[in-house]
């Protein structure tokens, strides 16, 4: 017989209840880059508006920053470890696949049995996450979701390629997603653009390196002028959908955080979007480079610590990155 | 209405003074958009994709390279304009 099937029961809504970050205690300036490329500080800051970034230490793993960050953003939630139902981890440069490195943060965190695992959507993977930990809290399979981005993309930056060398730092963002009586999270526009795989992505394979068919270790690439065009122009539109799906106003946004990918994206992308001027818009590249999938809870929760935004602003967020993929929604920000 | 090879340096002209602050009268046919008008390789996307609007053109990544001057791009969008 067809059982009738009870369903779980969620929140009506969901919302961003706390953030916390981490950024490693290295900065690296743009004088150390110039050590290993012939390029200038004038050059790289005038291409990218980056002029430190952090690197991360030995100790300063994967996991390490991941916890570091979990603990700020569920304490800025007023919440305890064992509250938290789930753990989402968006990285590209965790080096060891099984287990998921979710399933550990979980355990040490202190949450108990939640359930835990790993996404790979690059530069996007905030905004994924983002959107699973909704539909979670508000389907019902958890109460409390931790979602985290987290990359060590100096382990894969190729120091000789004087195009992306200065770009990539380390560092790991987090929130806690929970229910809400309003909504505090629109809906996503999202996506993924396959045909652009070869746009962005890693110099070569896993399996070519150990089977020695090439000497450099793997690193991150990409086709800087096609990635220009498509953050700007493709990815300006995706952002304005999802400011109309959400129904907000230009003139009803607080904060605009874009993935910390290149200043230049973003100023264009500003000037794209015709940003009213009370828009504070998020600049964190400048001092933390482009950390793919923690560049957005990293900037965010800068905003908030430094005045520059304020708990209960309306914020649009957007992802995008290698895929192509992509990710925008509008939050009201913890 | 087509626009003359003429009428398309006045554009450029214009959409490189609007994105790099180069004054009009230095974009000249001969003159190379990086060497020449400080133009970078970001701001020559913007450059095409105003362009591409203004003139009605699709100017796909991989010709963006061969168009060194001024002369070049506006060579482009004289044989490739809708």
Not at chain 1, 54 to 70: I, K, N, Q, R
Not at chain 2, 12 to 24: M, S
Not at chain 2, 40 to 58: H, I, P, Q, W, Y
Request: proline letters at 4%.
């Amino acid at each position: 017989m067809t059982a009738k099937i009870r369903p779980a029961k969620g929140s009506p809504y969901a919302r961003i209840h706390g953030v916390g970050g981490y950024r490693p205690t290295r900065v690296v300036p743009n004088e150390e880059i110039l050590q290993h490329i012939d390029s200038s500080d004038e050059w790289i800051r005038s291409r990218s508006g980056i002029v430190t970034r952090h690197w991360a230490g030995p100790d300063e793993t994967v996991a390490e920053m991941t916890l570091e960050a979990s603990g700020k953003a569920i304490a800025d939630a007023g919440l305890t470890a064992d509250q938290i139902g789930t753990v989402i981890i968006s990285t590209v440069s965790h080096f060891k696949q099984t287990p998921a490195i979710a399933t550990e943060i979980a355990h040490r965190l202190g949450a108990g049995t939640a359930a835990a695992f790993d996404i790979s959507a690059a530069c996007a993977g905030f905004g994924y996450g983002l959107t699973i930990a909704k539909s979670l809290v508000v389907e019902g399979s958890a109460d409390y979701v931790l979602v985290v981005g987290v990359e060590r993309l100096s382990d894969l930056t190729d120091l000789s390629d004087r195009s992306t060398a200065f770009l990539f730092g380390d560092g790991a963002g987090a929130v806690v997603v929970g229910p809400a009586t309003e909504p505090g999270i629109g809906p996503t526009r999202w996506g993924s653009e396959g045909d652009k795989a070869d746009v962005i992505s890693q110099t070569v394979s896993w399996e070519a390196y150990r089977e020695h068919r090439v000497e450099k270790f793997p690193a991150l690439r990409q086709e800087g002028q096609t990635v220009f065009r498509w953050a700007v122009y493709e990815m300006a539109r995706v952002a304005q959908e999802a400011l109309d799906a959400a129904g907000v106003a230009p003139d009803e946004l607080d904060v605009f955080i874009p993935h910390q990918a290149n200043m230049r994206i973003i100023d264009s992308m500003v000037k794209t979007l015709k940003l009213p001027e009370h828009v504070t818009v998020a600049r964190d590249v400048e001092t933390t480079g482009n950390t793919s999938a923690a560049s957005i809870p990293l900037a965010m929760e800068r905003l908030l610590a430094t005045g520059q935004a304020r708990s209960g602003d309306t914020a649009l967020v957007i992802g995008f990155g290698a895929g192509l993929v992509y990710a925008s929604t509008v939050v009201t920000l913890p | 209405m087509a626009a003359t090879k003429e009428e398309i340096i006045t554009g450029l002209a214009e959409i490189v003074n609007e994105i790099a602050g180069i004054p009009t009268e230095d974009v000249k046919e001969e003159k190379s958009f990086t060497d020449d008008l400080d133009v970078d390789s970001l701001s020559m996307v913007e450059v095409v994709v105003a362009a591409e609007e203004r003139f009605n053109v699709k100017i796909p990544d991989d010709d963006v390279k061969n168009l060194q001057t001024v002369g070049d791009a506006a060579k482009y969008v004289l044989d490739h304009q809708g």
